[in-house]
């Protein structure tokens, strides 16, 4: 049990390294309404996000987030 539990807190600190990183990576969201009004929002990369750099660090944070939070909930029931 204990080798489980040494296993898990290691894939847990990657998770929240690779987390971490990635949100770092992340642009962020000041442009706010003058994007909007300067046009920044009918763009090519403002229309296909999802296909963008931004949309696959969006879909990745979401899931290392899942991880983050099932791989917490296990470490503090093997406590």
Do not use: D
Request: aromatic content about 8%.
């Amino acid at each position: 049990m204990a080798v489980l539990k040494t296993i898990i807190t290691i894939i847990f600190a990657l998770v929240c390294l690779a987390l971490t990183i990635i949100v770092l990576l992340q642009e962020g969201k000041q442009a706010g309404l003058t994007g909007s009004i300067n046009g920044a929002a009918e763009t090519y990369w403002g229309k296909n996000k999802g296909r963008s750099m931004e949309g696959f660090l969006e879909k990745i944070t979401k899931f290392l987030a899942i991880g983050f939070i099932i791989l917490a909930l296990v470490l503090n029931i093997l406590k």
